[in-house]
């Protein structure tokens, strides 16, 4: 962007500075913690996990053969297993007589869920990967 020095009348000229970083692994690894905030958020409040899996998506193509690619893993499939307890703990609930059975379901899911942020978002703090994110714990 030129501007004129109003004391010269001559042009210079100012580089803008940028307040974050564009290397793709300091945001990379920002996407990863974000997604991992969300599902934090989603422990308390259930929806941010939604807007966790599609970031987790959008960045699965970005990280393919990176250590980060089994964070990504992790966070797809704590998703879409948690999703099948909250369907089954719903199932349970519409028979009525299974409404015990479906609070099992749905307590030891959401204990599931918490251990799985927790543990990833540790790992993923200390720079250290998934070593199998197809796992169930």
């Known amino acids: 962007m030129a501007e004129t020095n109003p ?8 580089s803008r500075a940028i307040p974050f970083s564009l290397g793709l692994s300091e945001n990379d690894r920002l996407a990863v913690h ?6 934090g958020a989603a422990i308390v409040f259930g929806l941010p996990s939604v807007l966790g ?3 987790a998506y959008l960045k699965r193509g970005d990280l393919e053969g990176t250590e980060l690619s089994g964070h990504v893993a992790w966070q797809i499939r704590t ?3 948690q ?5 089954l703990a719903a199932a349970f609930t519409a028979t ?3 409404i015990p059975l479906a ?7 959401w204990l599931w869920f918490v251990y799985r942020v927790v ?5 993923h703090s200390n720079d250290q990967g998934i070593k199998d994110p197809y796992a169930l714990f």
């Open 7 to 14: 004391n010269s009348g001559r042009e210079m000229t100012r």
């Open 34 to 39: 974000i997604v991992y905030g969300l599902y």
């Open 53 to 55: 899996v599609i970031l």
């Open 79 to 81: 998703f879409w297993i």
């Open 83 to 87: 999703v099948i307890t909250i369907v």
């Open 96 to 98: 009525f007589i299974l």
């Open 103 to 109: 609070w099992l379901v749905g307590g030891a899911g």
């Open 119 to 123: 543990k990833g978002w540790i790992r």
